[in-house]
T-cell receptor, first 114, second 113 residues
Framework: GENVEQHPSTLSVQEGDSAVIKCTYS??????FPWYKQELGKRPQLIID?????GEKKDQRIAVTLNKTAKHFSLHITETQPEDSAVYFC?????????????FGQGTELSVKP | DVKVTQSSRYLVKRTGEKVFLECVQD?????MFWYRQDPGLGLRLIYF???????EKGDIPEGYSVSREKKERFSLILESASTNQTSMYLC????????????FGEGSRLTVL
């Protein structure tokens, strides 16, 4: 079945620096790659996603890149702020008509120091 | 606003007890999911459902079962709780693709003694 590996497990940056989190997936049929952010004590929430027909997607300070050949995708956060501190999860799924099971990575705890 | 409500935020059970975790969503979503969250292991899929009375195993279904008698309700059942099932359980729901976004409940923290 699908397996998603996420690195690093923890990441500490200074406010204003960039942060990059990387994920690899195993099933080449995967076609949907979302990223979720979970603040302390809260539920995970979708922050950005990308589909397999697109190589890059950007939303203000966050961007996601996808390399289908290498089967990896990355989250880039620029100009980090303390409120970006959270656990970030990547995920991959094969989206079919009825839906697809979303397989998550292990999570990255991002700490942004003021 | 989408609302996914889990019946219990905190539960403490004894080994061997039967445990029910209830999840209700109010957005008429077809898809519902149960995940387990453990530090360093991320979110692991236990079961999911595409429709009423329909269920499919996720990656770690052993020791769990589910029930979906109504579209809005998806229950996770631990037939005989064990200490290694102590965890945070997250329910989620979504529309079918292409939307696909998961909406999570607040989680149920289960401790099995």
């Amino acid at each position: 079945g699908e397996n998603v590996e996420q690195h690093p497990s923890t990441l500490s940056v200074q406010e204003g620096d960039s942060a990059v989190i990387k994920c690899t997936y195993s099933d080449s049929a995967s076609n949907y790659f979302p990223w979720y952010k979970q603040e302390l004590g809260k539920r995970p929430q979708l922050i950005i996603d990308i589909r397999s027909n697109v190589g890059e997607k950007k939303d203000q300070r966050i961007a996601v890149t996808l390399n289908k050949t290498a089967k990896h995708f990355s989250l880039h956060i620029t100009e980090t702020q303390p409120e970006d501190s959270a656990v970030y999860f990547c995920a991959a799924s094969i989206q079919r008509n009825q839906g697809g099971k979303l397989i998550f990575g292990q999570g990255t705890e991002l700490s942004v120091k003021p | 606003d989408v609302k996914v409500t889990q019946s219990s935020r905190y539960l403490v059970k004894r080994t061997g007890e039967k445990v029910f975790l209830e999840c209700v969503q109010d957005m008429d979503h077809e898809n519902m999911f149960w995940y387990r969250q453990d530090p360093g292991l991320g979110l692991r899929l236990i079961y999911f459902s595409y429709d009423v009375k329909m269920k499919e195993k996720g990656d770690i279904p052993e020791g769990y079962s589910v029930s979906r008698e109504k579209k809005e309700r998806f229950s996770l059942i631990l037939e005989s709780a064990s200490t290694n099932q102590t965890s945070m359980y997250l329910c989620a729901s979504s529309y079918p693709p292409p939307t696909g976004e998961l909406f999570f409940g607040e989680g149920s923290r289960l401790t099995v003694l």
